[in-house]
């Protein structure tokens, strides 16, 4: 007889048999065993029986309460984070359930969610009654600084009145389809839709406030109904599950308050860019700005901002929309599970990001003038390339592992890899404890970026450098206040840049930036010799310090060899 054959437990005396232990899956609880093992169904862990019911009743009570925002990958997520190593074998056995059981899967999921269709549905009839309820032909504006636009008044007023009226038409129409299950290129023509309807108003120059704010308001509720609040479309049917925590990583990039510093950041930078686009649009008089005076109305008004066909205010706002939203995406693993959305997220982030701040250094050397709430949003936008640059690392790791294994890296992109690991993140707090626990909290968010002080001191001789020429009294037009607006914004930017320890090696950029700095006063004549001696120096202290990587908290897997 097997000593692990489940029904060699019956043989061990009627006096026990009674008395044994019955084991269950509690996706099949027609699956019974005597011992403890897996469901040969689904590869699940068998719990004990009278567990089994506990947790069947306890799933009927709170259903109210979990109804539609459920999404099966974060619970099993957070179910894995929660117990630890004893379900580590559980979360495994996802990537071996058949597709008959990822079926019941997706359609238990979407009766969870029907609502979301169906809001879907009314806000279609919300987009078609809005032109008629906000009529776009009266109280209309005129963009601001007479700006000349691609389209007349006639037309902009049209173009609102028909994209809403045909956005409309075409969220009831999908979000009807949608509310059959396993149907996700309707879920993400929705998603699509609802970032037309946010673009629309920058697009075609809105007339009114009311456009502007109902497009930017209703596209965002749009798309989290479409793949933030259910999940992305269908992906019960091909996730893998498996261990949140990327191949000798030390922290998890992906846990949640690694993301949450992420999403607060985009929603403060959100705020801003919409402020400065209201303005654009003509929907607010001015702009407030408590250092510079006339400057950001210089900046906004000026002929570099009018050279864009849009305003470009708003277009910022709509790159923090979706940097915001993309914040919420997937669970714990989507460094893994999503590395085409994390790509996304990281190209809005760094890249444009990048392109956003080098339009902000450049305002004094082609506009002649400060804009605060512009300066504002590039320093909100800095320290989220240092966060998110760690996560994008994790992610091209995984696809790099995958490729050795022989997966293809066109189907892990989209689709995402197998775990090479069942480890979990059990070092992140919860979310759950940040009122409890604020500072635990975020600690555990900026994890990756440290702060020596042979990076944090550049950083202030940055904006020493910066200051400098209004404090020698300088005009913000001349070459020398030119070399110091942007030799010290360059030096901060990589400064701040190298607090992500994955790409430490950036500082060496200093070295060159600060050995310029040093050299070039000295070539430009009638110049006061203090203003040249303290951009010099400082030049000096910058290239000296960029040589030392400083101290290294976290370890980042094959990264590591990297990191100098």
């Keep these: ?70 999404r099966p990958m974060m619970d099993m997520e957070s179910h894995d984070h929660k117990n630890g190593d004893d379900h580590k074998d559980m979360s495994m056995s996802a990537m071996k359930m058949s597709a008959e059981d990822r079926m019941k899967m997706l359609n238990d999921h979407h009766k969870q ?46 173009a609102m009145r028909w994209s809403d009226f045909i956005s409309g038409i075409l969220l009831i129409f999908f979000g009807w389809r949608s509310l059959k299950p396993n149907r996700p290129f309707s879920v993400w023509i929705i998603c699509f ?92 008089d001015t702009s407030w700005d408590p250092f510079f005076g006339e400057g950001t109305l210089n900046v906004l008004n000026s002929n570099m901002s009018h050279s864009w066909p849009i305003s470009d205010a708003a277009l910022g706002t709509m790159a923090y929309t979706l940097e915001f939203l993309m914040g919420f995406m997937g669970g714990t693993s989507r460094w893994r599970t999503m590395p085409w959305m994390v790509t996304f997220f990281g190209i809005l982030v760094i890249p444009l990001g990048l392109v956003s701040i080098f339009l902000v250094i450049s305002q004094p050397l082609t506009v002649g003038a400060w804009c605060f709430l512009c300066l504002f949003s590039a320093i909100i936008m800095l320290p989220m390339i240092p966060l998110q640059i760690d ?8 696809m790099l592992q995958r490729k050795q294994k022989g997966d293809s890296l066109w189907k892990v992109f989209w689709k995402g890899g197998e775990a090479l690991s069942t480890e979990n993140d059990k070092r992140s707090p919860e979310m759950a404890e940040l009122i409890d626990k604020p500072l635990t909290v975020l600690k555990s968010s900026i994890w990756g970026m440290s702060f020596p002080w042979m990076l944090t001191i550049p950083t202030v001789l940055g904006i020493w450098l910066m200051a400098s020429p209004t404090v020698f009294g300088i005009g913000i037009e001349t070459p020398f206040s030119d070399i110091n607006h942007l030799g010290g914004a360059l030096v901060i930017v990589i400064a701040v840049m ?17 050995l310029i700095l040093a050299v070039m006063p000295w070539l430009i004549e009638d110049v006061n010799i203090v203003f040249v001696l303290s951009t010099s120096i400082s030049g000096l202290f910058v290239m000296a310090l960029s040589f030392s990587k400083g101290k290294i908290s976290e370890t980042y897997g094959l990264w590591d060899k990297y990191v100098v």
């Excluded at 009314?122 to 389209?151: C, H, Q």
């Design 113 to 158: 969610t029907l609502w979301v269709y169906w809001t879907v549905v009314l806000l279609g009839l919300w987009m078609i009654a809005s032109p008629l309820t906000f009529d776009y032909g009266k109280n209309v504006v005129e963009p601001s600084g007479g700006r000349d636009v691609w389209l007349s008044l006639a037309d902009r007023i049209a």
């Design 391 to 398: 996560e994008v690392i994790a992610m091209w790791q995984h």
């Design 193 to 284: 839709i609802g970032i037309w309807i946010s673009m629309a108003p920058f697009l075609f120059w809105a007339p009114t406030a009311v456009a502007y704010y109902n497009g930017t308001m209703v596209g965002v509720l749009v798309i989290a109904l479409s793949i933030l609040i259910p999940g992305m479309p269908n992906m019960i049917s091909f996730m893998k599950m498996g261990g949140n925590m990327p191949t000798g990583w030390s922290y998890n990039p992906s846990s949640w308050p690694q993301r949450s510093i992420m999403i607060g950041l985009a929603f403060i930078g959100w705020l801003a860019s919409r402020y400065l686009g209201a303005f654009q649009l003509g929907y607010i």
């Design 1 to 70: 007889m097997k000593k692990n054959d489940p029904s060699s437990m019956s043989h061990h005396g009627e006096d026990q048999s009674s008395k044994s232990i019955q084991f269950t899956c509690s996706m099949h609880p027609e699956v019974l065993s005597n011992q403890p093992g897996k469901c040969p169904k689904c590869g699940m862990i068998l719990v004990k029986k009278e567990d089994a019911k506990k947790e069947m009743s306890g799933h009927k009570m709170v259903g109210m309460g979990t109804r539609g925002i459920t």
């Design 498 to 514: 190298a607090m992500a320890e994955v790409i430490r090696s950036l500082r060496y950029f200093n070295v060159l930036i600060g």
